[in-house]
């Protein structure tokens, strides 16, 4: 699980200007409580591909994503 998050995470700080040039957009609920899985490494398999396509479709999602994994990580200190 930790490794994942780690790869989850430089994968988030590569693009980390990128992702704080864009407007923070929220989530739906059913799409926030999946990426809240997602970044804690807890979502299954089969909904992974939903995700990325979410991700794909609406690449503003992935600051959302980052500040989730951020708040994680600082969570953890």
Same mark, same amino acid.
């Given at each position: 699980? *930790? ?9 988030? +700080?590569? $693009? ?6 864009? !407007? %923070? ?13 997602? *970044? ?9 591909? +939903?995700? $990325? ?6 690449? !503003? %999602? ?16």
């Amino acid at each position: 699980m *930790a490794e994942r998050l780690q790869i989850l995470l430089k994968f988030l +700080e590569r $693009f980390d200007d990128e992702v704080h040039g864009r !407007e %923070l957009l929220e989530p739906s609920e059913e799409a926030r409580t999946k990426l809240q899985h997602f *970044a804690r490494g807890t979502l299954p398999e089969t909904d992974q591909t +939903e995700i $990325f396509a979410l991700l794909d479709r609406h690449p !503003e %999602l992935t600051a959302w994503l980052a500040r989730e994994v951020k708040g994680m990580r600082c969570a953890e200190r």
